[in-house]
């Protein structure tokens, strides 16, 4: 049976910046217009909190009972160690989603905005497919693309629109940033991977690229957010303390560019994540004193 400890590794806190990033920038974006709702935005970082969990141990779960976490050299595995069992770790991923569309509800009912329970259906769905049911959209490199419009584009615009009714090309700008620097995660990840994926029939985008052309790819996606920052600045000069979040991912491109491979990418992850974090809680700030 699994040590608290384990289910804690297992639900890969190391990631949780791709949910809280989307709500941060989202709120500061509401805030700019003079439209933010500081619970409505709480419930939205719980809904975005418990998605990212729940994706995190379904993709656990589906990972390994097809066996493809058999030789996996990257962050431990609640299924593929045997350390817990799968119906275990399928219970956790579903009491997860849950708690994300009970969120939802909330914030939907309180808003009268019904027609947003489509799209957090296609959420859920978007979280169980990417590695569930007979044809995941992960294992056929679509990945990187969902990771942009759920945790990029839905969750900035949604945080923003839920508490003001409406869209800004400000918010837009932030949910392209987060988004691509959530792809870039995914990209670190997927690129460490190569190999046992290949081995599994795991066809992520960086197995379809090549290992050469993943680490380019991952390159330009941390870059557009600090373009975004440049091109922002004019007209919100604090903006341009969002640079400072070169200082995490500087290394993490030297590290990729290098030709660094297996476990020595594993910082890259968590140098990435935590420069996305920084860049958005900064960029959320100057949002909010424009």
Known sequence: MATVAQWIEGARPRTLPNSISPVLVGAGAARAIGQFVWWQAVVALVVALALQVGVNYANDYSD???GTDANRVGPFR??????????AVLAAAVACLGVAALAGLVLVAATGLWWLLLVGAACIAAAWYYTGGKRPYGYSGFGEVAVFVFFGLIGVLGTLYVQSGRITL???AGAVGVGVFSSAVLVANNLRDIPTDRETGKRTLAVLLGDRNTRVLYCALVAVPFVITLLCAPGNPWVLV?????VPVIPSVRTVAGGTTGRALIPVLRDTGLGMLAWSAITAVALALA
């Open 242 to 246: 969002g640079l400072l979040a070169l």
């Open 64 to 66: 390994g009972i097809r």
């Open 170 to 172: 400000v918010g837009v």
């Open 78 to 87: 609640l299924v593929g160690s045997g350390a817990a069992r799968p119906k």
